[in-house]
Each structure stands twice: as structure tokens, then as C-alpha cells.
């Protein structure tokens, strides 16, 4: 069955990095596009970054540009989310999810997340 | 950026209730519309995609449809385990964006 875990959530000072990883298994990872999805908390769903299957094509959401890094690794069935500078705003839940295409459509399973709060 | 207007932001309904959402999008998104159940401290679930397909093992009480830019998500009968909040996704282009949602609760 598929199954993402993310790690790598903590608490972090502002202006400081955290990256986070999601491992995978049960599919063919490298037929699928994954994409990282944040939750602040009380708040909605926010998506953040797609990496292609293959890793050659990446798009970030705006509020993130130039800060963080989508990058996989489709040998150890990795992707992970290298996050700089990090901001009050940062703080949320972090989802991996798997998309259905190579590309980007709907993300049919998500990982149970990880907790960022970026905190003095 | 398309713009996901979810509709109402929350309702409150009893089992047995048929319950209808509507998101609509800030421009044609054809039929590039899938829709999230999140429960508290939970993951999101798919539910359908392109937006009247039932994911696998949905149960067939949830519905969709629409195209362009407005869809409903319907709920034909309110169960105990569907109180929860409700979103749509777009993929018609990046960045992919969710609409707000819409908080289902018990009346």
C-alpha cells in the first residue's frame, strides 16, 4: 500500500533552515509527481512545491520563491523540502503528497505530516 | 493565480441531511477540479477527481459536478463520519491553489 512519512519537522528560530523529508514506498515512486502542501494552524490548505517525476520540472507558490528547495531523489524514494529564512508565517503542518500524473493533477495520497513552528 | 472560492465557509446539518458546496474558480478551469475531506488532526483525502469521478473506495452518497467555473460537491445523505471540513483543488495550471473550504458540522 502507499505510504509517505515525513520527518524533520521541529521548532526553529526565525532566519533560520529546516529541511524536511518524505520517504516513500508501495509504488512506483519515480512515475509520479510529488508535491509538499503546508496547514497553518486554524487555517486552510496551502500548497507550496511540485517536483516532476523525474525532477526536471519544479514550481513553488509565490510566498515561497527564493526560500525554499523541492528536490527528490529516485533512488532512496525521497523528496525533500529545504526551507531558508524561515518566517512566523512558516509555522504550520507539513504534507507530502503523491500526485496521480508525472506532472501535476490531483495528489491522491498524503502523508500524515510533519509540525514546523518557527518561534524565538 | 486562479482564485478557489469555496462556498458557504461552514453549514450545520443533521444525518440524513443532503448537504451541497459549491467552489467556483476565478477562470475556466474546465474540468481540472478535485475535492478533499480533512478531518481534525488528519491528512486530506481525495475524494473526487476532475470533478464528477469518485475516487476509489468513496462511498457513492458523495457526488460532483460542474465544469468551467462553478462545481458542487454533494453529500446525499449525511453520515456520522462526514462531519468535516471540505476542499477543492484546481489543476488546470500552477500554482496549483485549494479554495478556503467548507466546515460541515453537527446541527
Known amino acids: 500500500q502507499v505510504q509517505l512519512v515525513e520527518s524533520g519537522g521541529g521548532v526553529v528560530q526565525p532566519g533560520r533552515s529546516l529541511r524536511l523529508s518524505c520517504a516513500a514506498s508501495?509504488?512506483?515512486?519515480?512515475?509520479?509527481?510529488m508535491h509538499w502542501v503546508r496547514q497553518a494552524p486554524g487555517s486552510g490548505l496551502e500548497w507550496v512545491a511540485v517536483i516532476s517525476y523525474d525532477g526536471s520540472t519544479i514550481y513553488y507558490t509565490d510566498s515561497v520563491k527564493g526560500r525554499i528547495t523541492i528536490s527528490r531523489d529516485n533512488f532512496k524514494n525521497t523528496v525533500d523540502l529545504q526551507m531558508t529564512s524561515l518566517r512566523a508565517e512558516d509555522t504550520a503542518v507539513y504534507y507530502c503528497a503523491r500526485d496521480y500524473s508525472r506532472y501535476y493533477d490531483r495528489l491522491d495520497f498524503w502523508g500524515q505530516g510533519t509540525l514546523v513552528s518557527v518561534s524565538s | 493565480d486562479i482564485q478557489m472560492t469555496q462556498s458557504p465557509s461552514s453549514l450545520s446539518a443533521s444525518v440524513g441531511d443532503r448537504v451541497t458546496l459549491t467552489c467556483r474558480a476565478g477562470q475556466s478551469i474546465s474540468s481540472y477540479l478535485h475535492w478533499y475531506q480533512q478531518k481534525p488532526g488528519k491528512a486530506p483525502k481525495l475524494l473526487i477527481y476532475d470533478a464528477s469521478t469518485l475516487q476509489s473506495g468513496v462511498p457513492s452518497r458523495f457526488s460532483g459536478s460542474g465544469s468551467g467555473t462553478d462545481f458542487t460537491l454533494t453529500i446525499s445523505s449525511l453520515q456520522p463520519e462526514d462531519f468535516a471540513t471540505y476542499y477543492c483543488?484546481?489543476?488546470?495550471?500552477?500554482?496549483?491553489?485549494f479554495g478556503g473550504g467548507t466546515k460541515v458540522e453537527v446541527k
Open positions: 483543488q484546481q489543476s488546470y495550471n500552477t500554482p496549483v491553489t
Open positions: 508501495g509504488f512506483t515512486y519515480s512515475s509520479h509527481a
